[in-house]
């Protein structure tokens, strides 16, 4: 039987892209990679050059949301998807983001309608068990 070298093989990395790349679509494909990965930081490392170039890029701001939210950096969060629902109030995973951040912070009062009201636009079954989860606290139980 002939041995095979590791030396015939070449590996090839992906493509690298570095904080401050100025493309943006690659910046936002990137950054979604990372946060699935909950690699908050690394993420934020790509969208905050992104913003600077783009400041209401409203995808990049979605996405350091998210990473807020898993850094646990509840008042940030709540403070970028605050201004996301005035800015988009149909969109159920930002209205959803903001109720999870409120309720993280125990302000369930708070959190209900916006939980509630992603639960309505999307009939995702997670968003309807957020709402009954934040009921259930709310009355204390």
């Known amino acids: ?5 590791v030396d015939e093989f070449e590996l090839q990395a992906p493509a690298v892209v570095f904080p401050g790349q100025r493309d943006l ?3 936002y494909r990137v950054a979604y990679d990372l946060l699935t990965r909950r ?3 690394e993420a934020l490392e790509v969208i905050e050059p992104g913003l600077e170039a783009e400041p209401d890029n409203t995808g990049l701001r979605i996405l350091r949301a998210w990473a807020f939210l898993i850094r646990v950096q509840l008042e940030r969060a709540e403070s970028e998807l605050t201004r996301l629902v ?3 109030p149909d969109d159920d995973w930002v209205r959803f983001a903001l109720g999870r951040s ?3 912070q125990s302000r369930y009062a ?4 916006h939980l509630r009201l992603a639960a309505a636009m999307s009939g995702d079954p997670e968003h309807e068990l957020a709402v009954l989860r934040v ?6 139980l």
Do not use: Q, V
């Open 25 to 27: 679509g690659s910046a």
């Open 39 to 41: 690699a908050a930081s």
């Open 135 to 140: 009921e259930r606290l709310h009355a204390g």
């Open 1 to 5: 039987m002939e041995e095979i070298s």
């Open 110 to 113: 708070e959190a209900l309608p």
């Open 102 to 104: 409120l309720e993280r």
């Open 86 to 88: 005035e800015e988009r």
